[in-house]
């Protein structure tokens, strides 16, 4: 008889299963495989971008996706995602995977981020409360082939250095370092023992030392003071900034639309004290998802509020919440992010997630891809108020949460970031895929580089044309936006 493991249902509940079987290759075997992928999907061939006769039309993928989202937040997005060529690219990962799943694939698969824009990495608060940077944004975390991560990266790097009017030479520059760092940080960790990789990480702290030789005097006091400002982003500041005290007990402040109590989204016949135990059953299922020492540490604190808040770019309009908590009192705060989870927009192209709970699927992703997670990362599947089921994955709101200036970068200073988010995105894909085989691909020199480059290049342009068929639809009328939201 096979020996069974434990699981989570999608409910939360305990389940069995027989596990799989794993495979195990010899360096060699491995480095084959990507010598093999090479010659059947020569590294050049991922140059350049022409857009298919039959492309879909980029407005029509928004639109699709607007459909599931809350009706009166989608102009929001819409008004976020048309601040600039930037701000759009954010906000399209739906219409870049259609792209990508029509170019050349090499089949060496890891764990994808599946958005790996250069504003979706920053600075986090580990559980050891040493600060770390890492890919910070799993919404659309899928298994499939690496490049479409290192693409998604790359073309960002190129997207952002036109929104700071940097010239060709410049941008060519950032965008060969984001390639050329991933590609020697994945050597770097196919050489290493596995239990060396995945405790690998980026301490924040060990790269402001470095950074200090690499930069001007003005640059360096910036990202130190970024770096300051992170680590006092925690629920004690989400705390002040988010609530008030009413009738002696902390709540969540009205700022509509961005930050709405539920009481005020609620009918007003509704019996709240019904829909607060009701809450807190949801919590009590999603608690069972945690690990049982984090578990402890979340029954001691009460449920108190909750409220929906407007997030991101490309997230808006999707049902995010925040949830207050309470400790020993009130000054004693945990304040709870519930995020919807969607099926990811590669799955139309990659297959069905093995996890029947998009909220699952996105903390299994994080848990694989990231240096170190949040201890209150879990998830849950619950009806809304509409009767519909819906996945949602919890976190802590703010925990030393940081993300880069680039906005005010310097040439030099986003090829440094570039070079950091390469090596971070290879961290990343060297935990979960086959970096053997990544590295043995890739090889010693820059034609894979270059490729990418060339591909980031083009589908800047693409990016600016889709851009302005989301202009072009405002003006026609074809949809609502809002603006400085």
Not at 44 to 64: C, F, I, N
Not at 111 to 134: E, K, T, W
Not at 315 to 330: E, K
Request: proline share 5%; with cysteine; charged share 30%.
């Amino acid at each position: 008889m096979s020996p069974e493991i434990e699981t989570i249902t999608t409910d939360g509940e305990p389940s069995r299963r027989p596990p799989r079987r794993v495979e195990h290759f010899s360096v060699a075997e491995r480095a084959a495989r990507g010598k093999a992928a090479r010659a059947e999907v020569p590294r050049d061939v991922h140059a350049g971008w022409d857009s298919p006769p039959m492309r879909r039309d980029p407005v029509d993928l928004l639109e699709e996706q607007a459909k599931t989202r809350v009706p009166e937040l989608v102009p929001i997005r819409y008004g976020r995602m048309l601040v600039s060529p930037f701000t759009f690219y954010r906000g399209a990962a739906s219409i870049m995977a259609s792209d990508l799943a029509g170019t050349p694939r090499t089949g060496l698969h890891t764990q994808l981020c599946g958005d790996a824009h250069l504003s979706n990495f920053g600075i986090y608060a580990a559980p050891d409360r040493r600060l770390v940077l890492s890919v910070n944004d799993f919404d659309e975390t899928l298994p499939g082939p690496f490049e479409w991560d290192l693409k998604r990266l790359v073309a960002s790097f190129e997207v952002a250095g036109r929104d700071r009017g940097f010239d060709d030479k410049q941008r060519r520059t950032v965008d060969m370092t984001a390639a050329r760092a991933y590609r020697k940080a994945i050597r770097e960790f196919a050489a290493m023992r596995n239990l060396d990789v995945w405790y690998s990480r980026l301490d924040v702290d060990a790269g402001l030392a470095s950074f200090r030789a690499r930069v001007k005097t003005k640059q360096l006091r910036r990202a130190e003071a970024t770096v300051a400002k992170s680590r006092s982003k925690d629920s004690l500041r989400a705390f002040a900034k988010l609530t008030k005290l009413v009738d002696g007990e902390p709540r969540f402040v009205s700022e509509p639309p961005v930050v709405v109590p539920v009481r005020e989204l609620l009918p007003a016949d509704t019996d709240y004290e019904a829909f607060e135990e009701q809450f807190r059953g949801m919590l009590r299922v999603y608690r069972r998802t945690l690990a049982g020492d984090r578990r402890h540490v979340l029954e001691r604190f009460r449920f108190v509020d909750v409220a929906r808040k407007v997030v991101g770019v490309g997230s808006v309009g999707t049902r995010a919440w925040i949830v207050l908590m309470l400790g020993r009192d009130n000054e004693d705060p945990l304040i709870l992010q519930a995020k919807e989870a969607e099926a990811s927009v590669l799955e139309p192209f990659l297959g069905k997630s093995s996890f029947a709970s998009h909220g699952q699927r996105v903390v299994e992703g994080q848990r694989l891809m990231q240096a170190a997670s949040d201890i209150m990362l879990g998830w849950i599947r619950t009806d809304g108020p509409d009767g519909v089921k819906r996945d949602f994955y919890l976190r802590q709101l703010w925990d030393a949460k940081g993300s880069a200036l680039v906005e005010l970068m310097e040439p030099n200073l986003l090829a440094i970031y570039a070079e950091i988010c390469g090596q971070t995105l290879a961290r990343a894909h060297a935990r979960s895929g086959d970096s053997v085989a990544i590295a043995s691909y890739l090889g010693s020199g820059d034609t894979f580089d270059r490729a990418v480059a060339e591909f980031a290049a083009a589908y800047a342009d693409q990016n600016e044309r889709d851009y302005d068929a989301l202009k072009q639809a405002v003006e026609a009328g074809r949809v609502e936006v809002e603006t400085g939201i």
